[in-house]
């Protein structure tokens, strides 16, 4: 592959059916989801910012149960003797295959598409190495260490069929088949990183996934062991394949200054560097690769609105993989959960929210389904100013009494959201939206049509409109033919 094809790779556009999407769902359902244990006293970006060699053996991600489980003194090692002794995690992959005899992946589709979301990606492999597809390319280190039945391409049917996209999350970075090196720190990561044999695997894996699914995204982590070249191969026989599909950023080609994590001084700067970054992104935010058409911030969010077409990712707790630890104080609030999907829609994202099946017996355990639940009730109801929308010049504000305010637009029309702060009195007849101007065929309604009265002032546009209760569901004011008024 030549330079001049890498440069071209570059200027892939992402299409606009993901851009219109806004909601999408993703899951992690792997051997790990058996025993389902992690700690959850701190979230990743926390860890990631103690500066503390052994930090990612207190995972609060459960589906790194494997990894943690290499650290005696890890509240995994903990739990796993008590409840399974000296139970090897390898045997989990019978009661997880046994667990698959009452999965129905209609029911899951069903739920997904229930919430608004138009795509799903799902956990084909993760870090332990197993492969949720029959895969007919062997692992030289574990034969056999896959799923005789279909998974994947069974959920690709199933999403497809409720009108959703589909697409694989596949672990290039690490795969403890090939290199079981415990990563406590993030320098570690760099250590873990298999090489060898596990770079003709890894490629000829990915591309049996593309011809046997089309997926419309690749969402792969942590790195790529390849070099660039053959990465941007990889990417062109992808994109030659679907067309349409999308990349994420985390395909970080093998690069030899790699090597530095092979020295005390080297390991030192990576993890001073990564505890600085997670202290200020308050989570976890990939390093940009070369090649990628879409940014993933982790348990986090941007503050404004981003050139580059990203979405947030995480858990409906601080887990991906099911936790059976997790108590209803882990989980996202109501109002949290449906004030998110606004805040990053109104900063040009999407929200990649996870669900984590049980290992056991396949089911979305009830406070997920809950969560999903209201998700479906936010975009019934609000749908029309979510989905199709682009974000306005100004994205967000707040206004007296208390009420914060979020920005989207279509055409013509700019969709207000409005929430109450919990403890603020709202305004009791009126609403100053500062950051908008009127014009002489400047209109505004409810989301039903309704007609709001409303007066053109120099401090900005005010609506007569009643009370907002302290709501737990935003409120959408229709704003047509309006400017956004100059700052100060």
């Known amino acids: 592959m ?103 992946p209609s029911s899951w589709a069903k ?10 990606v799902f956990v084909t492999k993760h870090h332990e190495g197993y492969c949720l597809w029959p895969t007919e390319v062997e692992n030289p280190h574990r034969p056999g260490h896959f799923s005789q039945r279909d998974l994947t391409g069974e959920l690709a049917e199933a999403v497809r069929a409720e009108g959703m996209r589909f697409g694989v999350y596949y672990s290039g970075g690490l795969d403890s088949t090939f290199n079981p090196h415990p990563v406590g720190s ?31 995204v690749l969402w792969g982590d942590i790195s790529w062991p390849t070099d660039l070249d053959r990465l941007a191969d990889l990417f062109a026989y ?21 090597r530095l994590a092979m020295t005390k001084p080297g390991r030192f700067l990576l993890d001073e560097a990564a505890a600085r970054s997670a202290k200020a992104d308050k989570g976890i935010i990939p390093p940009k690769p070369p090649l990628f058409d879409v940014r993933t911030p982790e348990y986090t969010s941007f503050d404004e609105v981003q050139t580059t077409p990203w979405e947030c990712v ?100 700019v969709f207000a959201f409005l929430r109450s702060s919990p403890g603020w009195p709202a305004e009791p007849d009126s609403l100053l939206l500062t950051a908008v101007e009127a014009g002489p065929a400047t209109k505004v309604r409810e989301l039903d049509g309704e007609p ?18 302290d709501s737990e569901m935003p409120r959408v004011v229709v704003l047509s033919h309006v400017a956004a008024r100059p700052a100060g």
């Open 314 to 413: 995480r858990g409906i707790d601080k887990s991906f993989g099911y936790n059976r630890e997790s108590d209803e104080s882990h989980f996202l609030s109501r109002r949290e959960l449906l004030w998110s999907l606004v805040d990053i829609v109104a900063k040009g994202g999407n929200l990649l929210l996870n669900v984590g099946p049980r290992g056991i017996d396949a089911s979305i355990p009830d406070a997920q389904l809950a969560r999903l639940a209201w998700l479906g009730e936010l975009t019934a109801a609000l749908g029309e100013a979510i989905f199709e929308t682009r974000p306005w010049i100004v994205p967000q504000g707040n206004a007296a009494g208390g009420i914060e305010i979020r920005y989207t637009a279509r055409g013509d029309e």
């Open 452 to 469: 709001i009265a409303f007066e053109a002032t120099d401090e900005g546009l005010v609506l007569a409109i009643e009370r907002l209760p």
């Open 186 to 216: 993030f320098s570690d990561l760099l250590l873990a990183q298999p090489r060898g044999d596990y770079l003709d695997y890894a490629d000829a894996q990915l591309r049996e996934l593309i011809d046997r699914y089309a997926p419309s």
């Open 2 to 104: 030549s330079r001049r094809s890498v440069k071209a790779l570059r200027r892939h556009q992402v299409p606009a059916w993901w851009r219109d999407a806004k909601l999408g769902i993703f899951v992690h359902w792997t051997t790990a989801s058996v025993p389902a244990f992690a700690p959850t006293g701190a979230e990743i970006g926390e860890l990631l910012a103690k500066r503390d060699p052994t930090a990612l053996s207190f995972s609060p991600y459960a589906e790194w149960y494997e990894n943690s489980l290499r650290f005696p003194n890890s509240p995994v090692s903990s739990f796993h003797r008590e409840h399974y002794g000296d139970r090897p995690y390898g045997a989990f992959v019978g009661d997880f295959e046994s667990g698959c005899d009452k999965w129905d």
């Open 238 to 258: 992808y994109y030659d394949r679907v067309p349409d599909g999308v990349v994420n950023d985390r395909f970080a080609p093998y690069s030899p200054l790699m």
């Open 111 to 120: 739920s997904f598409a229930a919430t608004g979301a138009r795509y799903v």
